[in-house]
């Protein structure tokens, strides 16, 4: 499978601060996604990032709260915004491989504390 | 409705046992169906797909599909003590972007 990285893996963040995260892959993708679990929960779909296009966001999940950016094809970034401790959660990217597949493929995801 | 119900468990089987996994889904357009495993503090690894009617088998796991009946499972056969995790089922939306919606995830106990 694709080999993808994020950064940072963990952090702690007072409320009210953004942070972003980053999500590189070895390879080009024509899709990312952006998915949140929170603790003890499943994952729950974010946004999907396609290269040169707005992301697209699922219901619950808006852009001035998670402003994506998808600069190339190897490499996104998730913005979590004006952030509260509802947002400590981990979140995670994937990508499908090989590109144009049907599996999906996970990051190690970043676990985001906010106290 | 769940679009994608699992029992949260735990199932708790000894070691060697065959572990049955189950899931429904409520969306009869679905087509692609997965399984994931996620050990604690670690992000989803995907263990099995299945697209048609009927079993795949791959080593030590069948995943098992029916779509009449919007089911699909999991056996692990010979289970062992690292088997022990969550497994989350996840079913592609009938919607673009192949949407994958996951279940809550089962938590499996395998004892030695």
């Known amino acids: 499978s694709a080999v993808i990285s994020q950064k940072p893996s963990r952090d702690i963040c007072q409320r009210g601060t953004s942070l972003t995260i980053q999500c590189q892959v070895d390879?080009?993708?024509?899709?990312m996604f952006w998915y949140r679990q929170q603790p003890g929960q499943s994952l729950t779909l974010i946004a999907t990032?396609?290269?040169?296009?707005?992301?697209?966001?699922e219901s619950g999940f808006v852009i001035d709260k998670f402003p994506i950016s998808r600069p190339n094809l190897t490499f996104s970034t998730l913005t979590v915004s004006n952030m509260s401790p509802e947002d400590s959660s981990i979140y995670l990217c994937?990508?499908?491989?090989?590109?144009?597949?049907?599996?999906?493929?996970f990051g190690p995801g970043t676990r985001l504390t906010v106290l | 409705q769940k679009e994608v119900e699992q029992n949260s468990g735990p199932l708790s089987v000894p070691e060697g046992a065959i572990a049955s996994l189950n899931c429904t889904y409520s969306?009869?357009?679905?087509?692609?169906f997965f399984w994931y495993r996620q050990y604690s503090g670690k992000s989803p690894e995907l263990i099995m797909s299945?697209?048609?009617?009927g079993d795949k088998e791959d080593g030590r796991f069948t995943a098992q599909l029916n779509k009449a009946s919007q089911y699909v499972s999991l056996l692990i056969r010979d289970s062992q003590p690292s088997d022990s995790a969550t497994y989350l089922c996840?079913?592609?939306?009938?919607?673009?972007?192949?949407?994958?919606?996951f279940g809550t995830g089962t938590r499996l106990l395998v004892s030695p």
């Open positions: 994937s990508v499908h491989w090989p590109s144009g597949s049907n599996e999906q493929f």
């Open positions: 390879s080009q993708v024509t899709m």
């Open positions: 990032a396609n290269q040169g296009s707005e992301a697209t966001y």
């Open positions: 969306d009869r357009g679905s087509q692609s």
């Open positions: 299945i697209y048609s009617n």
């Open positions: 996840a079913v592609t939306s009938n919607t673009g972007f192949q949407k994958l919606v």
